[in-house]
């Protein structure tokens, strides 16, 4: 059993568990699918300043874009992206808690030194094989997430024959190899848009409950993505209203952190919820 607590210790900050938690994204990327291209330097700042005021938990930086069709970046590129932003935010909030949102081992542990406290590795050690042998050495809690294949061609043909089975076997199998690393804590993700298709994605979520079995905080990550516009018919742009109403479906099927690049809209999400599920049912 890899998660018992009702907290995280995040490289000396304390995440409550005993809410859901609201992870902000910060893209410091040219190419992501929604925000590519807005965030660096001191607009990187402002944003951070402006995710904390609205309620952020937790901010998850990105030097590397996961979109579809995305090839990972140099090393060196994505260094400069995140490291010397980790450092600003930290020297300016100083108590925020922080995330990295990589897929490189070394990256990790650069970015853990500055004093972030939450590895996010999209491919479950597949793309670096050293990223859990890191794990016991940090003791960071640590997201695995499912995906399909990597970004470059995750979506060319996602196929399942139960896609809510596999992604639970999936995870069971990489929780069994983890406990060898002796990670502080994991978080499990089943990585929606990462290699399915919009029905896969909808019955993840609907399914979301299921991955109470595993007893680790469960992340969930739809905010403004293709199983939202593809139904709707909107772009990515208009998709907040779709996106506010699933962070909702996800925080009853069982959501412990829901990342969002709409913290204010996410926050009143949580407060909603709260308030429905704090009254008697009859």
């Known amino acids: 059993m890899l998660y018992t607590a009702k907290t995280l210790n995040c490289n000396g900050r304390i995440v409550d568990l005993s809410q ?3 992870m902000g994204i910060l893209n410091l990327t040219p190419d992501s699918f929604y925000d590519g291209g807005r965030y660096e330097g001191e607009t990187a700042l402002r944003q951070v300043e402006n995710m904390l005021g609205e309620g952020a938990d937790i901010i998850d930086i990105g030097g590397m874009s996961s979109r579809p069709g995305a090839e990972l970046v ?64 940090l003791k960071v809690p640590y997201v695995l997430m499912h995906m399909q294949g990597l970004p470059n061609n ?39 848009g990462f290699g399915k298709t919009v029905e896969h994605n909808y ?39 779709g996106t506010t109403a699933l962070h909702m479906l996800a925080l009853q099927n069982g959501a412990d952190i829901l990342r969002v690049h709409d913290v204010k809209e996410a926050v009143e999400v949580r407060k909603l919820y709260k308030a429905y599920t704090s009254v008697q049912e009859y």
Do not use: H
Request: hydrophobic share 40%; charged share 25%.
């Open 20 to 22: 859901a938690q609201i």
């Open 203 to 241: 019955e993840l979520l609907k399914n979301l409950g299921l991955f109470k079995i595993l007893e680790c905080p469960i992340m969930v990550g739809i905010s403004r993505k293709s199983m939202i516009s593809k139904v709707t018919g909107s772009s990515s742009e208009e998709a907040l209203n």
């Open 74 to 137: 140099s090393l060196e590129d994505e260094r400069k992206r995140v490291i010397p932003v980790i450092r600003s935010i930290l020297k300016a909030f100083p108590e925020a808690i922080l995330s990295i949102d990589t897929v490189r081992s070394e990256i990790a542990k650069e970015a853990y030194a500055c004093g972030v406290g939450i590895i996010n590795d999209i491919s479950a050690s597949k793309v670096d094989s050293g990223m859990y042998d890191i794990l016991g050495q």
């Open 154 to 192: 995750m979506q060319q043909n996602p196929n399942y024959s139960n896609v809510t089975k596999e992604v639970l076997d999936f995870l069971i199998e990489e929780l069994g190899k983890l406990k060898a690393y002796n990670p502080t804590d994991v978080i499990i993700d089943p990585g929606f």
